[in-house]
């Protein structure tokens, strides 16, 4: 069932053309990509004055490449795409990658587009929170050629991104992790179809001396409008010698940079009890990683 | 406005005018009467709508038919082979996994792709492949039986 009635659906076949279809529909159309957002959308009547929908998957942009910078996704690969490659698999900075793409269900792993996962900009999306610990970038194409931008300013609002009306996603850029880093994501969800209540990410870089370098702590599922990095949280942990007690100090730390929402998964005080132990527990795997444990 | 589209299904290309808002599920069970995929939520929560595009298990309520062009479409009515069961149907009757059985076709194919790809699944991989396919009925236990016993019977 859809309660949007739609007057076109169009198949371009070139970048070119998408954003000709973007100026000429302006705010009556819709990018989509796997449709697994967009539906659920429509079927609950919130595409408000949206009749078209442009499909970009004549488009190509599925190609994920590792190279020596790092690793180009398209826009359009699917999550199943993504979880298979044994990069992501196997190399310990990209585990917080590897454990958000456990989450989903099959059926959306093999329609859902990375592209769409971020482009949404819902805060109880998971890659969105792993991206960002990790460092991401996005490749954009509009009427102005194309941009990158830096993942962290992507996300302007509830729903709402940084992307131009007549601009859409190309890909995702990641750069290639120094050495001795690891990653890890955890996500607090009612079922195994749910989104995320909350969800966290830790990345570390840590030195020959055991201490930590650099270090990256990301949140989502709730605890602000926009998935975030808690700069205090990075803070804390940047420089440090790992220690049996860092971990809950670190965990306690996000409470600075968090303002949780309420809604029906869960109230904003659970919310914010639950970023701190979910962060404390991504570190911890994090850590268990970087010792050679997976 | 409707558009006419071609889109092959189980092998057989059909030519169809559709709304652009019509789902593959819609198109299947409404205008080709493919009843054996089942619509239980329709919004990507349950599972029973299955169905298998370019060999993957997707939701087919929440797949829009204009977005199936030029990809072949396998539903449950398409696995069974000159009157052969395929051997995740069987091992469902010879397991006793189906009960009210609306979760059963779309649950067969959604184990149709683990067993493409893992033909020897262990148990965590077989819950796994079907946590997006709800069951109110059986417990669960009977259905990873039938999928274990469907690929051994297959070895
Ligand atoms: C049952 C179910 C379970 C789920 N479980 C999880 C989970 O565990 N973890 C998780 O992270 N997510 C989960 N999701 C959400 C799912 O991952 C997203 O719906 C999906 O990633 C969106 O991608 P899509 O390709 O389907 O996007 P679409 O629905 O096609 O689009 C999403 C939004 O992005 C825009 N868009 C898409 N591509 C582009 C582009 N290239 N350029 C510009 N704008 C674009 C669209 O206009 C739309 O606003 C679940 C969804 C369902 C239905
Ligand atoms: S009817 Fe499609 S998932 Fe429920
Ligand atoms: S047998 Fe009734 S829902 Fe599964």
């Known amino acids: ?294 | 406005m409707k558009q006419l589209i071609s889109i092959e299904i189980n092998g057989e290309v059909h030519e169809l005018a559709v709304a652009p808002q019509d789902s593959l599920l819609h198109v299947l069970r409404e205008e080709l009467g493919l009843i054996g995929t089942k619509k239980g939520c329709d919004t990507g929560g349950c599972g029973c709508c299955t169905v298998q595009i370019d060999g993957r298990a997707v939701y087919s309520c929440m797949t829009y038919a204009m977005s199936v062009q030029g990809k072949p479409v396998v539903t449950i009515e398409g696995i069974t082979e000159n009157g052969q069961l395929d051997p995740l149907q069987q091992a469902f009757i010879d397991a006793g996994a189906v009960q009210c059985g609306y979760c059963t076709c779309g649950t067969i194919m959604a184990a149709r792709e683990l067993l493409a790809t893992v033909p020897d699944p262990d148990e965590s991989q077989i819950r796994h492949a079907i946590a997006g396919n709800l069951c109110r009925c059986t417990g669960y236990q009977k259905i990873v039986d039938a999928i274990k016993l469907a690929a051994a019977n297959s070895a």
Not at chain 1, 3 to 22: A, D, H, K
């Open chain 1, 1 to 294: 069932m859809s309660l949007t009635t739609l007057e076109n659906y169009f198949l371009p076949g070139s970048g070119g053309e998408v954003v000709q279809l973007l100026q000429e529909y302006g705010e009556r159309a819709m990018i989509l990509a796997g449709g697994s957002f967009v539906h659920g959308l429509a079927a609950r009547n919130l595409l408000p004055g949206v009749d078209v929908f442009i499909d970009i998957q004549k488009l190509g942009l599925a190609d994920i490449v590792a190279g020596s910078g790092g690793l180009e996704i398209g826009a359009m690969a699917r999550l199943a795409d993504l979880a298979s490659v044994s990069e992501i698999r196997e190399d310990a900075a990209w585990g917080a990658l590897s454990d958000a793409l456990r989450c989903p269900p099959v059926q959306i792993m093999n329609t859902a587009t990375v592209g769409g996962n971020i482009a949404a900009a819902c805060p109880y999306f998971d890659l969105p929170t792993a991206f960002l610990a990790i460092g991401a970038s996005v490749r954009t194409e509009g009427s102005s050629g194309s941009r990158e931008i830096d993942l962290e300013d992507f996300f302007t609002g509830l729903f709402e991104n940084s992307l131009a009306q007549e601009e859409f996603l190309t890909g995702v850029a990641l750069s290639r992790p120094e050495p001795g880093s690891a990653s890890a994501f955890v996500k607090l969800e009612t079922n195994a179809n749910d989104l995320a209540i909350v969800n966290a990410a830790v990345h570390m870089t840590v030195d020959e001396s055991g201490a930590c370098q650099a270090a990256r702590v990301a949140l989502g599922g709730g605890v602000n409008e926009i998935p975030l990095r808690s700069a205090a949280a990075e803070k804390l942990l940047t420089g440090q010698v790992i220690t049996d007690e860092l971990p809950a100090k670190v965990g306690q730390a996000v409470q600075a940079d968090i303002s949780p929402m309420a809604d029906h998964r869960a109230s904003a005080e659970y919310r914010s009890a639950m970023a701190s132990v979910l962060t404390e527990r991504a570190l911890r795997s994090a850590i268990a990683r970087m010792t050679g444990g997976n």
